[in-house]
C-alpha cells in the first residue's frame, strides 16, 4: 500500500492543489448571490441550480448532448481504421502518429477559420465538385448543424486516436494469425481478437472526445454561425456578458455530476479486467 | 508473415488524413495570399512573412509557449505516468471513485477552471506569469495522460515482467527494462497529447497569465477574432515546417541502416 | 514467441532523441532578433517609472507607436492584448493585477467604477487634454472623464455591397426582410441585435423594459430566419469575398474592409444606432502611475492619434489628430448625435437581457 501513495502521491497533491481547490470555490461560488458587475456578492441561495431546470436550458443540454454523441461516433469510425493501420505500419509507426497531431500545434482558430475557406458556397470544395461536374449549384455546407459536426470532429481526432493507437500497439500479430490459421474470417477475427484488445484505448478515446465535446462552443460559433446555443456557449457567456457566476458555476456543476455518474458506472465495469494483484 | 494493411482500411486513413490536413494546407496557403482576409485568393506575396520579422511580439509569444509546452508537458507525463501505474497495479480503498475523480479535469469547462485559479491565485498572492500558466497546464493534462497510458497498462500482458521477478530481478530493475520499454508507446502518446493541449490552450491560459507572459494563441487568438491577418497564417506555417524538419532530421538520426524487424516465431 | 519485443528499447531512445531535439527548439529563439528590442540602456525621462504595462485590444494601435514611446520616453513597455471587454472585465474581478493601462469600451468603465477598480487621473500630467474634440470631453460613463481618456470612437451600422443591392439599405428593417435572406448577417452580440431592433421599434438601445425587449426578441427571431449567420469583426473576409451583402457592422471594421473592396459602403440606420467610446483608464494599484500618464498623454498628440485612428480605421477623439486622416472620419453632426446612443452599463438588467438573447439564439 505504500508504494500505491508514492505513485499516487505527486500528482494528487498537484491535483488538489491546483484543480480541486479552485474547483471548491467554484462550488462556493455556485451558492452565492451573483455580483452586479461579476464575481458573487455574500449571501447562501442555491437559485442558480433551481435556475438550471428550465426547459430552455434543459434543451441547450439535450442537444449538446446529441451533438457529442454524434461527433463522439464519427470518432470511433475514423478514428479505429487509422489508429490501426498507424499500429501495423512498423517503421513508419512514429511519423505516422506525427502526422496526426502535427496540425494540432497550429492554432486551433486559424485552422477553423480555414475550414471555412473549404466549406462556404465559393470555397474549394464546392469550386471543384462544380468543376468535375458533380453538383450544380453550390452545396450549402458552412453554418450548418453539420458543419459545427465536422469541425468538432476535426477537433478531436487525434483524441481518440492516440488512445486506441497506445491500446493495439501491443497487438501480437501471432494471435491473428493464430485466429486465421484456426480458420477465423476477416470481420470474425476482428471482433474476437482485435476489438476486444482494443477496448480499453476505445472506450478511453471515446471518454476524452465525448466529454470535451459537451464544453466546446468556440467550433458552434464559428462554423455554425452562432445561431445555436450550446452548453459551452451557455457557461461561457454566465462569466462573461451574462455576469451571472453562480449560474455559470452551477451550470457546470450540473455537467461534472452527470458525467462522473456515468464514468462511476465505466469504471465498476472495469473492474474484471482489471489484472489481479 | 509480413503485417499487412487491407487496402481498404488504408483508403480510409488516407481519406483522414486528408481531412486533418486539409485545413492546414489551406492555411499555408493563405499565408502567401495578397489578401489580408482569408477568404479568397488574390495573389501571391511574401509581405506577411517580411512583417514577421518586425513581430518581436509573435516570437516572444513563441518561446513562452514552447518553454510551457516542454515543461508542461515533461511534468504531467512523469506524474500521470505514476498515477496510471498506481492505479493499474495497486488496490487501496477508494479506487474506484479516485479514478473516476481523474477525468473531472477533462469534464470542467475551461473557463472555470481558469478563472478560480485565478481567484486562487490572486487569493495567495502569486504573480501571474509563465508559472502560473504551466501550473495550470500541467493540472488540466495530467488526466489526459493517465487515461492514455492506464488504458495501455490494463490490457498488458504481465507475464515477461513476473518472469523476470521470478529471475531475481528487484521490482525497479523489472519495471526499468520489462515493463517501461512496453509502455513506452502509451507515454509517447501521452506526452504529445499533453504538449498539444498546452499549446493550443486559450481560456485557461487567457486567465492565468500575467504581464508580459502572452503565449502564442492568446496572441493568434486575438489577432484573429478581431481582424484576421496572414502574419498569423505565416507563423502558423513557420511552427509546421520547424517541427516537421525537427522530428525528420531526429528521425534521421536515430534509425540507422540496422532494421531488425525480428519477425515474429 | 516475444523475441521480437527486442525493438522497443532502440524506441526508448528514439522517442528521447526527439523530445530533446524539440526541447532544443526552444532555444534558439533566445537569440531571436527583435525578440527583446531591449537594445540601448534606456533611462527614463523626467520622474518616470522605468516600466508600464499595457493591457489593450489587439490590433488596436498603429504598428510603432510603442516603439515610438518607449525610444523617447525611456520606459519599457510591455504590451498585452485582449479581444473582449468581457474577458478583461472577468479577469480583473477575479483579481488579475499589475496592468497601468487598460482600454475598455464606456459600459465597460461603468462597470469597473462601480467595483472601484479604476484610478482617478491627474490631469496636470495630460497636457495634450486640449487636443480632445468638445464632444468627448465629457462622457455619459465617466462624468467629467475623471477616470479616462478617449481613445476612439466608431458606430454601429450597416455595412453593405453596393453592387449587389438594389438600392442602399436605410433601416434596420432591412434584416427583417426576405429580399436577401441568407446573404444578411448581424452581430454576435446581444446587445447589437437586441438593440438595433429596440430602435427599430423606436425604444432605447438600452432599455431594460421587459415588454420592450418581448418585441425586440420577436422581430430578432424574425430576422433570424434571413440571416446566414451571427458573426462579429471576421465577418469582413465574407463581405470582401461576396458571400454576405448585408451585415451588421461596426464603423472601424467596415473601413478596413473598403480598403480592399470598394463596393463596401456604411451607412447608420435612419432609426439610429450605437455610438461608442473605447476609453484608456489606469487601475487602481497600478505600479506605474506616471509612465502611464505619459503614455496617455502621448496618445493625445496629434500625430500619434492620427497613425492610430489611420491603422486602426476607427475614429478619433482627438480633433488635432482628425484634422490630418484622409479621407476624413467627420465626427456625427448633431442631428446623428441625436439618433445615436452610448451603449450604457445595464447593471442588474443584464440577467435580462441575457436570458432574452439565449432565447433568440436558442429559437
Redesign the interface.
Known amino acids: 500500500m505504500a508504494a500505491a501513495w508514492l505513485q499516487l502521491a505527486p500528482g494528487s497533491l498537484w491535483l488538489l492543489a491546483f484543480f480541486v481547490a479552485p474547483v471548491l470555490i467554484m462550488l462556493g461560488y455556485s451558492v452565492m448571490h451573483a455580483g452586479t458587475y461579476g464575481g458573487v456578492s455574500p449571501g447562501l441561495t442555491l437559485g442558480a441550480y433551481r435556475r438550471f431546470v428550465d426547459p430552455l436550458y434543459l434543451t441547450i443540454l439535450l442537444r449538446t448532448v446529441l451533438i457529442s454523441l454524434v461527433c463522439t461516433a464519427i470518432c470511433v469510425v475514423l478514428g479505429f481504421p487509422v489508429a490501426y493501420v498507424i499500429a501495423r505500419s512498423g517503421r513508419w509507426k512514429h511519423r505516422l502518429l506525427f502526422l496526426v497531431v502535427l496540425p494540432f500545434w497550429t492554432s486551433f482558430l486559424v485552422r477553423t477559420y480555414a475550414m471555412i475557406f473549404l466549406l462556404r458556397d465559393g470555397g474549394l470544395i464546392n469550386t471543384w465538385l462544380q468543376a468535375l461536374h458533380l453538383i450544380r449549384e453550390p452545396l450549402t455546407m458552412l453554418y450548418t448543424p453539420g458543419a459545427v459536426v465536422a469541425g468538432l470532429v476535426y477537433g478531436f481526432l487525434p483524441f481518440m486516436v492516440l488512445p486506441i493507437y497506445a491500446s493495439l500497439e501491443h497487438l501480437d500479430p501471432a494471435l491473428l494469425e493464430a485466429a486465421e490459421n484456426l480458420g477465423a474470417r476477416p470481420w470474425s477475427r476482428f471482433r474476437r481478437v482485435t476489438l476486444p484488445l482494443s477496448l480499453p484505448g476505445l472506450v478511453a478515446g471515446s471518454l476524452l472526445v465525448f466529454i470535451p465535446a459537451l464544453g466546446s462552443f468556440l467550433t458552434s460559433d464559428l462554423l455554425g454561425g452562432a445561431k445555436q446555443v450550446m452548453l459551452g456557449n451557455l457557461i461561457q457567456n454566465q462569466f462573461t456578458t451574462a455576469r451571472d457566476w453562480p449560474f455559470g458555476a452551477a451550470a457546470s456543476f450540473v455537467l461534472m455530476a452527470a458525467v462522473l455518474a456515468a464514468l462511476l458506472v465505466y469504471v465498476r465495469v472495469q473492474r474484471p479486467r482489471v489484472d489481479a494483484a | 508473415m509480413p503485417r499487412r494493411v487491407p487496402p481498404s482500411l488504408a483508403g480510409v486513413t488516407a481519406l483522414v488524413y486528408l481531412f486533418l490536413h486539409a485545413p492546414a494546407l489551406v492555411l499555408v496557403l493563405f499565408s502567401f495570399n495578397r489578401s489580408r482576409f482569408s477568404v479568397e485568393w488574390t495573389g501571391v506575396t511574401l509581405d506577411w512573412y517580411a512583417r514577421l520579422a518586425g513581430r518581436s511580439d509573435i516570437f516572444r509569444a513563441l518561446r513562452a509557449s514552447i518553454i510551457v509546452g516542454m515543461a508542461s508537458t515533461a511534468i504531467a507525463t512523469t506524474l500521470g505516468t505514476l498515477i496510471a501505474l498506481g492505479l493499474a497495479r495497486r488496490r487501496f480503498p477508494g479506487r474506484e471513485t479516485y479514478e473516476a475523480a481523474l477525468y473531472l479535469p477533462i469534464v470542467t469547462p475551461e473557463i472555470v477552471v481558469g478563472i478560480s485559479l485565478l481567484v486562487l491565485f490572486a487569493a495567495i498572492g502569486v504573480p501571474l506569469g509563465l508559472t502560473t500558466i504551466t501550473i495550470a497546464h500541467v493540472a488540466f493534462s495530467i488526466s489526459f495522460v493517465v487515461v492514455v497510458v492506464l488504458a495501455r497498462l490494463r490490457g498488458m500482458d504481465r507475464t515477461l515482467e513476473e518472469a523476470a521477478l521470478i529471475l531475481g530481478a528487484d521490482e525497479l530493475t523489472a519495471f526499468r527494462r520489462v515493463t517501461l520499454p512496453q509502455l513506452w508507446p502509451a507515454i509517447a502518446a501521452g506526452a504529445l497529447l499533453a504538449f498539444t493541449l498546452s499549446f493550443d490552450d486559450f481560456i485557461i491560459t487567457f486567465f492565468v497569465s500575467g504581464v508580459g507572459s502572452t503565449t502564442l494563441p492568446l496572441l493568434v487568438y486575438a489577432m484573429v477574432r478581431r481582424s484576421i491577418e496572414p502574419t498569423v497564417n505565416a507563423i502558423s506555417t513557420i511552427i509546421l515546417l520547424a517541427t516537421t524538419l525537427l522530428v525528420w532530421s531526429a528521425d534521421r538520426i536515430t534509425s540507422g541502416p540496422r532494421t531488425p524487424r525480428a519477425v515474429a516465431g | ?15 528521447l ?10 532555444l534558439p ?2 537569440g ?6 531591449r537594445d540601448a540602456a534606456r533611462v527614463p525621462v523626467a520622474d518616470l517609472e522605468p516600466e508600464l ?1 499595457i493591457y489593450n ?4 494601435i498603429a ?1 510603432d507607436t510603442v516603439r515610438a514611446f518607449e525610444r523617447e520616453f525611456g520606459v519599457r513597455v ?7 471587454n ?2 478583461l ?3 480583473l ?7 497601468d493601462v487598460v482600454v475598455p469600451t464606456g459600459y465597460g468603465i461603468q ?1 469597473l467604477l ?2 472601484d477598480l479604476l484610478a482617478p487621473l491627474e490631469r496636470s500630467r495630460l497636457s495634450n487634454w486640449d487636443n480632445i474634440a468638445p464632444l468627448f470631453r465629457d462622457s455619459p460613463y465617466d462624468p467629467g472623464r475623471r477616470y479616462s481618456v478617449p481613445y476612439q470612437w466608431g458606430v454601429t451600422g450597416i455595412a453593405y455591397r453596393a453592387d449587389r443591392i438594389a438600392a442602399a439599405p436605410d433601416s434596420w428593417g432591412t434584416f427583417l426582410e426576405s429580399r436577401y435572406a441568407g446573404h444578411m ?1 448581424m452581430l ?1 452580440d ?1 446587445r447589437e441585435v437586441l438593440g438595433a431592433m429596440l430602435k427599430l421599434r423606436g425604444h432605447s438601445y438600452n432599455s431594460v423594459n421587459a415588454a420592450e425587449l418581448a418585441a425586440a426578441r420577436a422581430d430578432a427571431i424574425a430576422a ?1 430566419a434571413n ?8 465577418v ?3 463581405l ?4 454576405v451583402w448585408l451585415a451588421q457592422l461596426w464603423s472601424g ?1 467596415a473601413t ?2 473598403r480598403v ?1 473592396q470598394a463596393e463596401i459602403e456604411f451607412v447608420v440606420p435612419r432609426e439610429g444606432s450605437m455610438l461608442f467610446g473605447d476609453a484608456m483608464a489606469m487601475s487602481r494599484g497600478a505600479p506605474h502611475p506616471r509612465a502611464a500618464h505619459a503614455f496617455m498623454n502621448y496618445v493625445l498628440r496629434p500625430d500619434v492619434g492620427a497613425a492610430i485612428a489611420q491603422a486602426t480605421g476607427y475614429g478619433t477623439p482627438n480633433a488635432a489628430a482628425a484634422a490630418r486622416l484622409t479621407p476624413a472620419r467627420p465626427y456625427p453632426t448633431a442631428a446623428e448625435l441625436a439618433r445615436l446612443e452610448y451603449q450604457a ?1 445595464l ?2 438588467a ?2 435580462l437581457w ?2 432574452t ?3 433568440v ?2 429559437a
Not at chain 3, 78 to 84: F, G, H, I, V
Not at chain 3, 93 to 99: F, K, M, R, V
Open positions: 514467441m516475444k523475441a521480437n519485443r527486442h525493438v522497443p528499447h532502440r524506441l526508448n531512445r528514439r522517442e532523441l526527439r523530445l530533446a531535439c524539440l526541447g532544443l527548439a526552444g529563439f533566445a531571436v532578433p527583435g525578440c527583446s528590442g504595462n485590444w489587439s490590433d488596436y504598428p510591455s504590451y498585452d492584448t485582449y479581444e473582449s468581457e474577458e472585465l472577468a479577469k474581478a477575479a483579481g488579475a493585477a499589475g496592468y462597470a462601480a467595483q448577417t454576435d446581444g433570424k440571416l446566414m449567420a451571427y458573426v462579429s469583426a471576421p469582413k473576409g465574407q470582401i469575398a461576396g458571400d471594421d478596413q474592409a480592399e452599463e447593471g442588474p443584464n440577467a441575457d436570458r438573447w439565449v432565447e439564439k436558442s
